[in-house]
């Protein structure tokens, strides 16, 4: 069973720094690319970033580009969204899953949810 546990998530004021983890089980993790996506409330959920499955490639959206970077460990099957300069916009539930431009799988997590505010 596909499964993603992610954490990390906390409420910050603007300018603030976070870094998301996902665990990830129930498939051969070091072969899909991975990704992080966020829904806010009353929007549709959206890609933040994703890395391809060894890690040499990586693809922002706009508007995080500059502010957030993603990374990987194989070996521990994590996939990590490191967070800085955060604006009231970035408050989100945000999610893993497998892929890097649509999700592989359609299971998601329970999320974890990212509060900026002043």
């Known amino acids: 069973e596909v499964q993603f546990v992610e954490s990390g998530g906390a409420w910050v004021q603007p300018g603030g720094s976070m870094r998301l983890s996902c665990e990830a089980s129930?498939?051969?993790?070091?072969?899909?690319?991975m990704s992080w996506w966020r829904q806010a409330p009353g929007k549709e959920r959206d890609l933040v970033a994703s890395?391809?499955?060894?890690?040499?490639?990586?693809h922002y959206a706009d508007f995080v580009e500059g502010r957030f970077t993603i990374s990987r460990d194989n070996a521990k099957k994590m996939v990590y969204l490191q967070m800085n300069s955060l604006k009231p916009e970035d408050t989100a539930v945000y999610y893993c899953?497998?892929?890097?431009?649509?999700?592989?799988?359609?299971?998601w997590g329970q999320g974890t949810q990212v509060t900026v505010f002043s």
């Open positions: 129930g498939f051969t993790f070091w072969a899909y690319d």
């Open positions: 890395i391809r499955m060894d890690g040499s490639a990586t």
């Open positions: 899953n497998a892929g890097f431009s649509t999700n592989r799988f359609d299971a």
